[in-house]
């Protein structure tokens, strides 16, 4: 996918300017031609040396440079990529663009251009979470700029939390997504989804979330299986709403017919313990969400041969119980997410069990929805669910699992900024939402 993409790497001050160079040599292994872009703080960091070496290019680092404004000037110079990625993206770079500024090479790099953008921010846990930065993350993301990161770690100043740079490979994964991205367009999404990109663009910037989605498989036999209805559009719907927000999305989902969403990392597994196993991968994220039907039971002991009919006895299939993956999130020790919800899928008594579910998955929220057949939720669009934590609970109006999946990202960006209002969807059920409690 990358092969021959000529990518603009702007290189600011930050100590993570030397992953910068390892991101060049992996970039260079996938076929992208990379240009550097130092600038000033950058150079503090990096050499233009490494930097010229590894791309095997000029490195450009000044605006009033006659002998590269003969060459290339700035404004050929912004448009000769297929993507500018920035990395590390400082809160001050960043702060220009929001601004437009244009004050050195990078900003006006960055003003002049009019291809696709990808940030990778990295600076210190406070300088990230202050109020200025959110602002112009949200204007970034509004822009339409991509983000990747930051992760969440110990910081090279010696405090803890998010400002780290995404590590290369992540780099290299989001700028593959943002070629895909701009191969499909994005015209796959709902109206809904568009709205609310529209309305709240930016709101999870920076924010990693898990979601699992669709049935599992369990294997009985080479060609035999266990498995349920669940056809994963719920969870893709909400995967999609969450991207739609800026968030950095990995849907992890059993077998289904749906498409990759378009720039959502999207893991395909078939067991149960496979899709633990990915979710583990995917750690940390900073909200998780199983909307997945995770087969209960598997098959004790599958068989490697096709099990044959014999005349006289059916053959007795004993189970063992899978891991609770959603449990699992809830209760670890190391890398908790700050957010985990569940669903809770009932055909009776729909309230009670999803009670009951909260407190046994140790769960922040649980959705309960009902998926007796008549309801026809299961492998269907529609869906009305109930959206209860620990304090309250709301019956949600009837909606389509877009529409649903798109209120649910409302509430998650909700939580994250520290329960800001956000407009809710206009929604078309007559008794809108209820906002009970008890
Ligand atoms: N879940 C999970 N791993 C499992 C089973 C369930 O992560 N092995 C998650 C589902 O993704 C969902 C929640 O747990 O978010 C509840 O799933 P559900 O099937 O409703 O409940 P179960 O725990 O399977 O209980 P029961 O089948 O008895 O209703």
Redesign the pocket.
Known sequence: MLKNKHILLIVGGGIAAYKALDLTRRLNERGARVRGLLTKAGAQFITPLSLSALTGEKVHEDLFNLLDESEMGHIALSRAADLIVAAPATADLMAKMAAGLAGDLASTVLLATDTPVLVAPAMNVRMWTHTATRRNVAQLVQDGIAFVGPDEGDMACGEYGPGRMAEPLDIVAAIERCFERQESGLTHLHPKTKALKNQSAGLLAGRRVLV?AGPTHEPIDPVRYLANRSSGKQGFAIAESLAALGADVCLITGPVTLKDPPGIKTVRVET?AD??KACEAALPVDAAI???????WRIAAPQSEKIKKTSNSAPKLALT?????????STRKKNRPSLV??????TEKMET?ARQ?LKT?S?DW??ANDVSPASGVMGGDNNEIMLITHDRQERWPHMTKAETGAALASRVADYFNNARKITPLPLKSKRGLSHGSN
């Open positions: 699992t149960a899709m633990a199983c909307a997945a039907a995770v087969a209960d119980e899978n891991i609770d993956i959603l449990k699992s999130l919800i569940g669903f809770a899928a009932e069990h579910k998955k769960c649980i959705i």
